[in-house]
């Protein structure tokens, strides 16, 4: 269990070991802090935008980042530095989403008609009297309308409008659609806009997969290993490695976290017992037709042909694995 920060005075902290610590995720977890840090600014205060595909860990850095600086009771009064919430289902209406963050807040917002104002008043004041530093917003893609229209213009420009007179900075984080919010009328030209949103935010973060055959992958793995308390792996165990390397491009830190920490993996003896464990957990779990963990649907040849395909084209894509497996598939059937 991480300790909870208890300073009145918040400082930028290390990125915990409850983290899987790869590149694009601890340069993440800095500009987070950055962006933090920025909360008092009058003026220059900047948003930040994280975003990636499923399961790459998006939304576990923002939790995180939240558990670390939870409410506090000081002098009869509850602080909450950082604010986190995540959107679960579509809202376009700024009026909507003020009411579910009001919501979230502690109080109820108010029903029915509301005068104009009102429900920004009531979400900035409480924003204020909780001590809010820092806005974290995630799935915000749910709430981005499907075209470059007035309902998304209103809605960056309500954005923009808080970035300038909040008294916290605010993050937002979501899936690659999610850069529509800097992306804001580039390809549709039948709106201006000219407020810019972009002018406001730093450069956006991308969570990226992880490559094969690197330090950084091997760590990764060893951080699940050591979950399951087994010995940590090396380079000689290539092979099972690029076989996790297969699964791990389906659904990235999710489908990991399936094979290693969902099911009961204690006692395991020897590295044989291990792959025989993950093959079951992938039966469970994964997506595929084509289980990683078996030799008879793929084999380690297979495998590094895969690798090494990725690795050539620079393509590391859940959409390129497929590709390529499927070609392998349809070459066996047809032998």
Known sequence: MVAAITKSKREPIAMPSSLVKHDSLKIAWKRICRVHAMHSQSKNKKGLLIYGGSGIGKSQVGKVYAYLHPPQKIREKTIQPVFLYRFKESKKSIDDILKLLIKAL????????????????????????????????DEIQQILPNSDGVTALNTLKYFCSLLDGLSASIVFIGSDR????????????TVDDNEQLSRRMMRPIKLEHIEPKTDEWLECVNWFIDKIRFP???????????????????RSFSTLESLFLLEDMSGIQDKKELIARLKDNFDIYGKSKTNPFCSKDISDDEVKTILDELLRTKDISDDKVNTILDELLHTKDVD
Request: charge should be neutral; include cysteine.
């Open 106 to 137: 502690g109080t109820t917002p108010p029903r029915g008609k509301t005068e104009p104002g009102e429900l920004d008043a009531q979400f900035c004041y409480l924003i204020k009297e909780l001590g809010v530093e820092v806005i974290i917003l």
């Open 178 to 189: 999610a850069m529509r919010l800097l992306n804001f009328g580039k390809t549709d030209k």
């Open 232 to 250: 940590f792996l090396n380079y000689k165990d290539g092979p099972l490695l690029n076989r996790l390397y297969i699964a791990y491009m389906e």
